[in-house]
């Protein structure tokens, strides 16, 4: 009995392979749109062997089986089989030799470098085409921006070959338990990298999700499309957020910048249409062929080799990654569809055959991420956009020249990010001398500040590019609620170009007339969030506190002789003063020890403010000083051939302050405030 089987890769053979599958005669499997569409997406990827599979058991169809086919009359069985596509040629003599004598370990690094994925194939003769996954064309190339398409690792085993293959898994509509918006959300499903692959659930069962919602429903499977209520519960009920996103009024440029965002990152689309035939004859017109969804997975800009913008679908009616192009009337933008084409066997492409109108657009993320991109994307197009208008309209009028060829301009992409992918970019990026050496603005503290602080896990982030640079990064709380705040923080990046936009807005914040007329014309976005953000913050006690005696310091840890029985040694000595005291200085330091390092008197600026003062009591320091609390700028005063001096020698609170020399002068100051005398600590010993 046929258990596997090797043959060459060409249509023929991939039909009969198909027939083999369960020995029966499939009608018109030459001719499906399907297998046309697989055989020249395999013969691109550089196919030269099908390997047959004839017994194996697939979860997803399993679970239809047992929903459906296992109560129907005929006997479809509970197993597929599955097709694998290899660009490495072997024949059955050769591999049967290796099953019984045992495979080299070089053979199988071949035969993983040259795997192109797998189909399944189920028992059902008209719908058979079941989970499968291919290797994208070798054209994509996800490190550039020009193409782009999500992919995940999945996991073969072969024969006990363990093979792997990037992609995202599609599968044929299965009329009787599914419909194309099933097949849909199953392969949008898929893109999603965080749901393990064992967890997506079956088309069936999304089916029933969708249909089934009031209580002792017996209507199991659709008979007709979805709806798109019925879609989104069906998002709703695998745990998942949805955004359904207008595009009635859209340009092709918009709805493609949409796809850019969701694909960046990572995150695939729900594209409903209304499907049209082409007709070549305009008298007859266009054939209405019913509503149809798609999942986006990817997209290509235009650049200057021909290749027109278009984006990529897994369609169940052909296959993974079918190219979908623009069709423009050039007249108005807005009037735009998809038009789809097909290759024939010689691999060149086929007059367009199908027209498709998008009506519905839906994102798909996780649930706590309740903002979709769209008020992030129309806050950064108006703030980009009076940018632009103004900084052009200057040019203009202080220059004499009047051919303008190319104006700096503000841009913008956007991306959801997690906040850890944040913080590890931010942490690992590098910034430019002239960044570094600005005196404005320290962009190692403020990338320390934003590293140290606490945000919501997932952000829109809009990354501002300035006369082609990329100069900063503006957070959006993607966990928000559209009446919030909205701006979760700026990261500067290039500051010579980002104190350029951000000063421009200060500037129009100072002009009431401009900036309340501009209020009123983005009133639905963040622009007055950012407003907000940017304007210069009030200063408190403790933002004034960091800025004299540096921030708060732990203790690190403690000595042996600084607690006992799992107490803290209280230093007796400690006196807190916060402000003048007709205390003398004098009196602290009349008993130390010249030229003695053992003989101190330890002092630290507290979290309020207030300077303490204690004696040195054995071998315990600064900590039994504080109560083990946190502290500031810390040291000591010793005795020095007969003159008195203070350094910032702790251990456990000053030696990692960046500007701790600055912050003892402060110290300094402050003990003159507090005493009459205190000027006996000086001159400055470190």
């Known amino acids: ?149 999500l992919v995940r690792m999945y996991s073969v085993n072969l024969l006990g070959v363990k093979l792997s293959i990037e992609g995202v898994a599609f599968q044929e509509q299965d009329t009787i338990v599914s419909a194309c918006a099933t097949t849909s959300i199953w392969s949008a499903l898929h893109a999603l990298k965080w749901l393990k692959i064992e967890d997506i659930s079956s088309c069936s069962e999304i089916t029933c999700n969708a249909i089934n919602h009031i209580p002792n429903s017996k209507n199991l499977f659709p008979k007709n499309q979805l709806t798109n209520k019925q879609i989104l519960r069906a998002i709703d009920i695998e745990g998942l957020k949805h955004h359904d996103i207008k595009i009635d ?167 959801l990010k997690d906040i850890s992918e944040i913080k590890s970019e931010l942490i690992d990026f590098r910034f430019s001398d002239a960044s570094y050496q600005n005196e404005d603005l320290d962009l190692k503290t403020l990338r320390r500040d934003f590293l140290i602080k606490s945000y919501s896990k997932h952000h829109w982030v809009a990354s501002l590019n300035y006369d082609n640079v990329n100069c900063l990064d503006i957070l959006f709380d993607a966990t928000d609620i559209p009446q919030g705040n909205g701006i979760a923080g700026i990261i500067y990046k290039d500051i010579i170009n980002a104190n350029i936009f951000i000063s421009f807005f200060e500037s129009m914040g100072e002009n009431k007339e401009l900036y309340y007329s501009f209020l009123e014309n983005s009133r639905y976005t963040f622009a007055g969030s950012f407003f907000s953000y940017i304007r210069p913050k009030p200063d408190n006690l403790y933002s004034y506190l960091d800025e004299k005696y540096g921030e708060l310091r732990a203790p690190g840890y403690l000595k042996n002789d600084e607690f006992h029985g799992g107490e803290i040694y209280d230093n007796k000595t400690a006196k807190k003063y916060y402000g003048r005291t007709t205390v ?92 009459s005398d205190g000027r006996l600590v000086s001159p400055l010993y470190q």
């Not at 997803?60 to 597929?80: H, I, M």
């Open 1 to 149: 009995m046929l258990k596997y089987l090797l043959s060459d890769s060409t249509k023929q053979t991939l039909s009969n392979m198909i027939k083999l599958c369960f020995d029966a005669n499939y009608p018109y499997i030459y001719n499906k749109s399907q297998v046309n569409y697989i055989f020249n997406y395999i013969k691109d990827l550089g196919a030269e062997l099908i390997f047959l599979e004839k017994d194996y058991i697939d979860r997803d169809y399993l679970e239809d089986y047992s929903r459906y086919y296992v109560k129907s009359a005929g006997d479809y069985g509970n197993k597929t089989s599955r097709l694998h596509f290899f660009s490495k040629k072997i024949d059955h003599k050769k591999f049967d030799k290796y099953l019984h004598d045992g495979i080299s370990d070089e053979f199988i690094e071949e035969w993983k470098k040259s795997y192109l994925g797998f189909i399944v194939i189920k028992p059902l003769q008209k719908t058979f085409i079941g989970r499968s996954c291919l290797k994208p064309y070798n054209s994509f190339d996800n490190k550039n921006k020009i193409k782009k398409c």
């Open 249 to 415: 009024e859209m340009d092709y440029n918009s709805f493609h910048e949409v796809v850019k965002i969701y694909i960046d990152s990572g995150l695939p689309l729900l594209l409903g249409l209304k499907v049209y035939q082409c007709e070549n004859d305009s008298e007859k017109g266009e054939l209405y062929l019913g509503d149809h969804a798609v999942t986006v997975l990817g997209y290509r800009d235009s650049v200057d080799d021909g290749n027109k913008q278009c984006i990529y679908i897994h369609d169940n009616r052909l296959g993974p990654y079918v190219r979908a192009t623009y069709k423009v009337d050039n007249s108005d933008p807005k009037n735009w569809s998809l038009i789809i084409q097909k290759k024939s066997d010689s691999g060149s492409w086929l007059p367009p055959h199908e027209r498709m109108l998008p009506d519905i657009l839906i994102g798909i993320t996780k649930q706590k991420v309740r903002l979709s991109h769209e008020m992030a994307f129309d806050t950064m197009n108006v703030l980009c956009s009076q940018f632009n208008k103004i900084l052009h309209q200057e040019i203009r009028e202080r220059s004499t020249n009047t051919s303008f060829s190319s104006l700096p301009k503000a841009s913008f992409s956007l991306k």
């Open 584 to 675: 003398k200085l004098k009196s602290w330091i009349k008993t130390l020890i010249d030229n003695d390092d053992k003989s101190t008197v330890l002092w630290a600026i507290c979290e309020d403010g207030a300077l303490l003062l204690g004696k040195e009591i054995g071998n315990n320091g600064h900590p039994t000083l504080t109560g083990f609390k946190s502290a500031r700028i810390a040291g000591e005063i010793l005795k020095i051939n007969g003159k008195y001096y203070i350094n910032s020698k702790s251990g456990r609170y000053s030696t990692d302050y960046r500007l701790k020399d600055s912050y003892l002068k402060n110290a300094i100051d402050k003990f003159n405030e507090v005493f």
